[in-house]
């Protein structure tokens, strides 16, 4: 009878690997990767090697001018992707007990909300958590949610409709769109507005792919956008071209006093639909673990923007 005895070897692939490896995916170029995980270009290098060289497989192909993910690398990426996004999630664990809002949070928000929202919010989060370490993001409703789904950012903060599946979403604001014209303009001096009063050819929306002309469009009820000849790329562009007489737009409702403030030969008249038109909410992962802070969030965003909605346009 034989005694036979296995020795089994692991692959032992660390957390700063994983980190490094992920970093290089993300920039396709070892120098910026190394710039981003604060380490030289030779050790983050030395450190992708030994991963490679433990895993078998060639996870980069790179050369003097390009780096490029291999088929299975891809496949280690992905892996690595959720690795860090747990491991991230048990780091939040343990910051439980301190304070709400005293850590670092990377947090993604929509070109039509923050500019508008960002200046009513941060001097408040500023002065009521100083041990808030923010890192804001400002991009697209589908790249936040990729990004939060990878792990890059823990919050975004968006305009529903969109499809929320595989998502936490708290809800904190609801609120109606303003048609924006000239104060000489005749339907000015009405308290409100219906989209049937409203010519589709002056009216100036915001470009393809943007989440707030999807939302006007449905609002108002506009199935046939053939007659919008005007796009722009923010709203302020929309509103410097309604300055120039180009037409009118719709802006929603915390966006009214800062884009108007400066604009006295400008007036806002009410969207007469059924409302609201959109909705505000904190999207998360489904198993972020920072649910306190995100009360602590809604509280105080709640609390500014009920304030800055009983300002008054000059």
Not at 88 to 106: R, V
Not at 107 to 128: A, E, H, R, Y
């Amino acid at each position: 009878m034989h005694d036979w005895t296995y020795k089994i070897e692991y692959t032992m692939i660390t957390l700063k690997q994983i980190n490094y490896a992920l970093a290089v995916a993300d920039t396709l170029h070892f120098k910026r990767a190394a710039d981003k995980c604060f380490v030289s270009p030779s050790t983050l290098s030395n450190a992708i090697t030994e991963m490679e060289i433990q895993l078998g497989i060639q996870i980069f192909e790179r050369d003097n001018k390009k780096v490029i993910l291999t088929e299975l690398g891809s496949l280690v990426i992905d892996k690595a992707k959720v690795i860090k996004t747990e491991v991230d999630g048990i780091n939040k664990i343990s910051q439980l007990n301190a304070e709400p809002l005293s850590n670092k949070i990377s947090l993604g928000i929509i070109p039509t909300i923050g500019p508008f929202l960002l200046p009513i919010l941060l001097p408040k989060l500023k002065s009521d958590y100083p041990n808030l370490n923010l890192n804001i993001i400002e991009a697209q409703t589908d790249v936040l949610l990729n990004k939060i789904s990878s792990g890059e950012i823990e919050l975004a903060i968006m305009a529903l409709p969109f499809n929320t599946n595989g998502f936490n979403v708290h809800k904190f604001w609801t609120e109606d769109f303003y048609w924006i014209s000239r104060k000489n303009d005749p339907r000015s001096k009405k308290t409100s507005i219906k989209a049937k009063e409203i010519d589709f050819d002056e009216l100036i929306m915001l470009e393809e792919g943007n989440c707030l002309k999807d939302h006007i469009l449905d609002a108002c009820k506009i199935k046939n956008t053939s007659k919008i000849t005007f796009n722009a790329s923010t709203l302020s562009t929309a509103i410097e071209l309604v300055k120039g007489d180009i037409g009118t737009t719709f802006v929603p409702e915390m966006a009214v006093n800062q884009l108007l403030v400066a604009n006295p030969e400008l007036k806002e008249t009410k969207l007469d639909e059924k409302g609201p038109h959109r909705e505000i909410a904190i999207i998360s992962r489904n198993n972020y673990a920072g649910d306190r802070d995100i009360k602590s969030l809604i509280d105080l965003f709640t609390e500014q923007l009920n304030i800055n909605q009983k300002i008054k346009v000059g």
